[in-house]
């Protein structure tokens, strides 16, 4: 097959691990009979450096035009980077967001799931790390506080700031269905997360939600407010399958529930539309601490690349595939910085690239 790849590395780490998970691609194309054409794109702070914005009509037309985008991450360090002295519709996120928008990318998949060979990486007692988690956060990605109006203003000589959290039943709807029908894959049990105690988008998500699972009766669905998941999720991370929450709740918990993993290198993303374009990237973000380094962990972009292969082309052999090369090389004791343990081997980010490729 013949595919064209719309290749954001961004900024920070982001050259250095895209450039692993393109190495990868380029093993998985030779090994099966692929094709896959790069269009190299600039988003983020690269993009105001180059073009004044962080997003140009131009790069939007180019993702559309491509069968998936691959991506690695925007942004600086908030404190120093002269990125943050712009207008906020201006900064490196404003750029991300508008992608997200522009591609419809309603839904965000964000697998979290504990390797054994990295249990002793997980933070948790070691009764709860023992058992394992494999869960799916299904984050609702195009609505919410995040695109809500906002405004700041002198309300009778005091400073005043709006920000709106709307949704309505369209939207929760298609969210919900994107999470049954991944959970009719995986182990069938759906944990929608809201805070329908206070909140009125809570209650009509929740009321929807309610609606969806009448279509899948095998589905096990339960409802947790969020300050709950928060707390369910360190003391006893096995009990979820499909977490399905609104894009806030969904920001804050993806990245607790990275953590338990041992690393947030190590999560993969995928943000999909109702067509096959989507776009993937690494759940964490550009550490400009370590950029151009060569040490960050490349996995989780490799890993993104494979849920690309399997949700946009359908190439199910292939990304299992990559997967399987990914865990063979924790199995050799293969680590970066962040996931070192004793006895094991540390390679720069190239190396690990090289070492995951290689066992393709
Ligand atoms: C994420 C990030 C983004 C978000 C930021 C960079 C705008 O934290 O993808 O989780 O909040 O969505
Ligand atoms: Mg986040």
Request: with cysteine; aromatic share 6%.
């Given at each position: 097959?013949?595919k064209?790849?719309?290749v954001?590395?961004?900024d920070?780490?982001?050259?250095?691990i895209?450039?692993?998970?393109m190495?990868v691609?380029?093993k998985?194309?030779?090994?099966f009979?692929h094709?896959f054409?790069?269009?190299?794109?600039l988003?983020?702070?690269?993009?105001?450096?180059a073009?004044?914005?962080?997003?140009?009509?131009?790069?939007?037309?180019?993702?559309?035009a491509?069968?998936?985008?691959?991506?690695?991450?925007?942004?600086?360090?908030?404190?120093?980077s002269p990125?943050?002295?712009?207008?906020?519709n201006l900064?490196p996120?404003?750029g991300?967001?508008k992608?997200?928008?522009e591609l419809?990318?309603?839904?965000?998949?964000?697998?979290?799931?504990?390797?054994p060979?990295?249990?002793g990486?997980?933070?948790?007692?070691?009764?709860?790390?023992a058992?394992?988690?494999?869960?799916?956060?299904m984050?609702?990605l195009t609505?919410?506080?995040?695109?809500g109006?906002?405004k700041?203003?002198e309300?009778?000589?005091?400073?005043?700031a709006?920000d709106?959290?709307s949704?309505?039943?369209?939207?929760i709807?298609?969210?919900?269905?994107?999470?049954?029908?991944?959970?009719?894959?995986r182990?069938?049990?759906?944990t929608?997360?809201?805070?329908?105690?206070v909140?009125?988008?809570?209650?009509l998500?929740?009321?929807?939600v309610n609606?969806?699972s009448?279509?899948y009766?095998?589905?096990?669905l339960?409802?947790?407010l969020?300050?709950n998941?928060?707390?369910?999720?360190?003391r006893?991370p096995?009990?979820?399958?499909v977490?399905?929450t609104?894009?806030?709740?969904?920001?804050i918990?993806?990245d607790?529930?990275?953590?338990?993993?041992?690393?947030i290198?190590?999560?993969?993303?995928?943000?999909?539309?109702?067509?096959?374009?989507?776009?993937y990237?690494?759940?964490?973000?550009?550490a400009p601490?370590?950029?151009?380094?060569?040490?960050a962990?490349p996995?989780?972009?490799?890993?993104?690349?494979?849920?690309m292969l399997?949700?946009s082309?359908d190439m199910?052999?292939?990304?299992?595939?990559?997967?399987?090369?990914?865990?063979?090389?924790?199995d050799?004791?293969l680590?970066t910085?962040?996931?070192?343990?004793?006895?094991c081997?540390?390679?720069?980010?190239?190396?690990?690239?090289?070492?995951?490729?290689?066992?393709?």
């Open positions: 097959m013949n064209k790849i719309a954001i590395k961004g920070g780490i982001g050259p250095e895209v450039t692993e998970a190495k691609l380029d998985v194309a030779a090994k009979g094709t054409e790069y269009d190299q794109l988003l983020g702070g690269c993009s105001i450096d073009y004044g914005e962080p997003l140009t009509d131009e790069t939007i037309a180019r993702c559309k491509s069968d998936a985008v691959l991506m690695g991450s925007i942004g600086g360090d908030t404190n120093t990125w943050y002295k712009l207008p906020a900064r996120e404003a991300l967001l992608i997200r928008k419809g990318l309603f839904a965000n998949l964000r697998p979290c799931l504990l390797y060979q990295l249990s990486a997980c933070p948790l007692k070691e009764e709860i790390s058992k394992g988690f494999d869960m799916l956060i984050r609702e609505g919410g506080l995040y695109f109006a906002r700041t203003e309300v009778d000589g005091v400073m005043t709006v709106t959290l949704y309505n039943e369209n939207e709807r298609r969210i919900a269905i994107k999470a049954f029908e991944v959970a009719m894959k182990r069938k049990k759906v929608s997360v809201d805070k329908a105690n909140l009125d988008s809570s209650r998500w929740r009321k929807v609606e969806v009448k279509d009766p095998e589905v096990t339960e409802h947790m969020v300050d998941s928060a707390m369910q999720l360190v006893d096995a009990q979820f399958d977490m399905v609104e894009n806030m709740f969904g920001d918990l993806s607790e529930a990275s953590m338990i993993t041992g690393s290198g190590m999560l993969p993303s995928a943000s999909m539309n109702e067509t096959k374009l989507g776009l990237e690494p759940s964490g973000g550009s601490d370590i950029a151009g380094q060569n040490k962990n996995i989780a972009t490799i890993l993104s690349a494979a849920m399997r949700y082309f199910t052999e292939e990304a299992d595939a990559v997967e399987a090369a990914v865990e063979k090389a924790l050799d004791g680590r910085g962040d996931i070192m343990a004793e006895g081997v540390k390679l720069s980010c190239s190396e690990m690239g090289t070492a995951i490729a290689d066992r393709i």
